[in-house]
């Protein structure tokens, strides 16, 4: 299951923003999530969503939920069913709960549906050979949940068959947004999860809260949720008093000639400066990835001492075929490479794309494992797996 | 032409000035190829790193990415130039190009076919097996079998303009499968394509650069060996066949050197637009000419500059990031063309 | 058939398409043409003259028959060699930019030169006489696309003089030309014919310039070529065959006096 298809405008905006990220040297242009962190501190980690309940209902919405979006918040009316809808409110706006019909875009939705126990509910997903979750590959191949296609080649027949109560989408930019457009003119509501947007492991774990009030089932979820923080914070105060070092880390794989660098303030560095790394490009920021030369990459990979998530690679020579010159890397001769490949099932599919974001503690673990060998036994990896 | 009148004579000492001040400007670009790059090194370690030895990261940088990119950007520059110059030439067109017959197309469908998984027999682990060479033979037995058609519809049709045609038309229907497949293929795969789409140069192996250098001598030795057929065919093929051109003949050797040139860059660098339509026109320009004995010298010279002074502007020099080399052909290309169009009010039409 | 023949048309036929599955636009065709004869091809419009005169510079294939020239028959020869026994120029025009009348010209030396196309002395020698011939000397180092239709023209026939070929072969060399620069080309093909020993057939529409200047008319008629000095054809009335009946009523007797007064003239 996909995360962002539609891909062209993703690259050239991958260019054009780091362009621009450049010629307005650097960190101006993040007042926006600042001031968004700022509001949201208090209460929660995840910046892209608000709850706010009263007597009758609870009220949804979903901040900008795509990248560079502005004024384009969701709002819902999340109502439970059997109750009266409440006054002055758009119908196309109310969703009554617990939803029991759900179409799902992207497999973290399904990871967090799964984890409230909620899995009957799913009648559709996008990308059937993109299921890791072995309940759901059996729901599928009983027929229980259909391949709704995905993006510009959505099955919107197959979707208005099912008349879900909600369809989860994402949407990468405005444009994607429009190939929901028709299905909402059909009356179905499409709902979009920013939780891809978030880039504090915890925030991304945190929208488990939105599946909880679709499902009436809020406390289950707070309680998961306050399990997955306690463990993560636990765990990055003990690695924060147990260690000294601190590994340089490299991330990616380049492609051609040009290296896409996470930058300084994503998920990845993120975990990684949590599990008590250094991330070599832990001072930049950005809100996409950045195309570098693979020679300045290249440069400062000399002095990783681990390298992690180099692109699909399940092999060093895999690794050598993509530019034999990488070889040569001090991390690559001593073999510190790890990629997140462990759960990938027949199919193709990777679990880390699908229960990853739910699993921010476990994440983490993995990481302190291959960082700080010994402080935390790396036997027991579980999405991540050594290169050989 | 060396007993010529006075004013041929005069043009001719114009040209050795041209073709002096030309070398020196190639041979700059060249060497500030080697000097700037996304990594800051100082000149003096750079020199180093070529004369007596530096620091093994310089010597790394130097010698095994700019280096070898900076060859591969004079030889792409020179080999899509001159197949551009005998397109244009062939078809007396000032549109056509190396790609105009759809061996860019032809290329892109066989990486396509790599890239976005759509080979039955050619399973993931095949292509890890054979590296980056995958994708060269991919997209060179695309280039190769759309160039075959090409050369068999040629000898068959008499009109060119009918080759022209038929080129277009394949090169658009290519596109659209290439199309469908990137529709039904995966989001990491369509971005590796997509990307493949905006060339590069710096992603060659040594043993790649060898075989593309080989192959670039070869393209170039049959362009050299056409030209007279080259100049001939300016007259447009009537008058060409009554001087005693064998117009089948001349077309194949044309065809077949530009058609292998192109396909051969675009195999190892992705398809690399504009320099091959552009440059031809410049190095016309710039020695007012039309003479291909003048014209493919020349573009040896004014090819590989451009080509170098984009890759160096795509490294972005002072800044962590890159451009796809491909934009900045264009980008960097178009204006040269406009401005060097209106300054010449007298040369206004190009062709 | 003597020493001086040098085109014989042997029940040629011409037309479109391949061999004897084409069309023919007329039945098979005989005519000659000897050593330094100046000829005119004549004959309505649409009737086959760039047809049969491209046949014979072997820019098109014919359907059947031989087409000698020099006693041998066309298509035997290798097309270099058949570029220096044969030249054409047409009314195509000439698109190109960046190319001097010099280096115009000099690619009539293209079946002469090496593979490079190297201008060595006697070429230059052969471009300069030819520029000098057709009065464009001033002309030599100016761009083709800067001159004027009737220079360009010249300079194409300057192309074909350095070529040096027996035999030239041009389709209206005189039209779209003003009258001056058609009766300035007519001269130079007579000087060429009569003191270079050239063959030249030419097509043109101007009875006129065909019958005062043309040493032998090839009239294209719908039943074939027929043959002959001006006069003779004139004689025999075969020139009216060029009109059709709507053309019929003007004053065909005087006409004919006026043009046999040219041929005579």
Redesign the interface.
Known sequence: MIHCRLIIPWVLSHILISLLLNACSGRGSGSEYDTLNEKQKHSQRASRFTLEENDSFTRLTIINPWQGATGADQVWHLVPSGSFPPENVDPSEIIYVPVKNVVCMSSTHLAMISALGEEESIKGVSGAGFLYNPELIKRYEQGFIKDVGYEDNLNKELILDLSPDLIMAYSIGSESAAYMTKLKELGIKVMYNADYLESDPLGKAEWIKLFGALYCCRERADSLFREISDEYHRLKKYILENTDSKPNVLLGLPFRDTWYISPGNSYISKLISDAGGNYLWNETYSSVSMPMGIENVYIKALNADIWLNPGSASAKDEIIAVDPRLASLPCFTRGSIYNNTKRINGRGANDYWESGTLNPHVLLRDIAAIMHPGLIAKKDLVYYRKIE | MKTVNNNQQLSGSNNVLLFGGLLVLALLLFMADLFIGSVAIRPSDVLRAIFTGAEAHVETIVFKFRLPKAITAATVGITLSLSGLQMQTLFRNPMAGPYVLGISSGASLGVAFIILGFSANISPDTIKGMGNWSLVAAAWVGAGSVMILMMYLSSRLKDILTVLIIGIMLAGGISAIVSIMQYFSHETMLKAYIIWTMGSLGNLTSSQLNVLLLSAAGGTILCLASVKMLNALLLGENYAVSIGLNLRLARIIVLAGTSFLAGTVTAFCGPIGFIGIAVPHITRLIFRTSDHRVLIPGIFLTGSSVMLASDIISQLPGSDNVLPVNSVTALVGIPVVIWVLLGNRKYRSLF | MNDLSIISLKHLTIGYGKGRTGYPLLPPLNATGRRGELIAVIGRNGIGKSTLL?TI???RKKLDGEIRISNREICDYP??E???L???V?T?N???????V???VS??R??H?N???R?G?AD?KAV?DSIEKTGLTTL??RQV?EISDGERQKAMIARVLA?DTALMIMDEPTAFLDIGSRYEIINLLHTLAAERSKTIIFSTHDLHIAVRHADKIWLMLDDGIKEGIPEDLIREGLFTRLFDKSELSFDRKQWMIDLLRASLS
């Open positions: 491209g510079a072997g820019i097309q270099i058949l570029a220096r044969v030249g054409y047409s195509e000439v698109r190109v930019t960046n190319m001097s010099y280096e115009l690619m009539g293209f079946p030169t593979w490079y196309g201008i002395p230059h300069t030599t180092t696309n070529q």
